[in-house]
Nanobody, 123 residues
Framework: QAQLVESGGGLVQAGGSLRLSCAAS????????MAWFRQAPGKEREFVAA????????YYADSVKARFTISRDNANNTVNLQMNNLKPEDTAVYYC????????????????WGQGTQVTVSS
């Protein structure tokens, strides 16, 4: 089993930036795809970004393209999400996810999840 812990959430004004980090521990040697999802109050969890083990393949939701950047450091078992030009609609709990399979945009394909970190963007 792998454990994931997110950090870096907080309150920011619209137009500001935040950097989320997710640290993996435990059985990390088989982890392949990693991703970020988010869930706003009253809404379903939605895909934000995903990255392959090599980092060569990256996927983004249309709503965050050109504003968010996903990256990973395999030596330290971390995945990051740089969020720029934040908007009030980005307000949500952000979850890190990981799996032994390839990176995908689908929550059901990820076996490991963090507890989430709150991001609040004020207008």
């Amino acid at each position: 089993q792998a454990q994931l812990v997110e950090s870096g959430g907080g309150l920011v004004q619209a137009g500001g930036s935040l950097r989320l980090s997710c640290a993996a521990s435990g059985r990390t040697f088989n982890i392949n795809g990693m991703a970020w999802f988010r869930q706003a109050p009253g809404k379903e969890r939605e895909f934000v970004a995903a990255i392959s083990w090599s980092g060569r393949s990256r996927y983004y939701a249309d709503s965050v393209k050109a504003r968010f950047t996903i990256s990973r450091d395999n030596a330290n078992n971390t995945v990051n999400l740089q969020m720029n030009n934040l908007k009030p609609e980005d307000t949500a709990v952000y979850y890190c996810a990981a799996d032994e399979g390839p990176a995908t945009m689908y929550a059901r394909t990820y076996d490991y999840w963090g507890q989430g970190t709150q991001v609040t963007v004020s207008s």
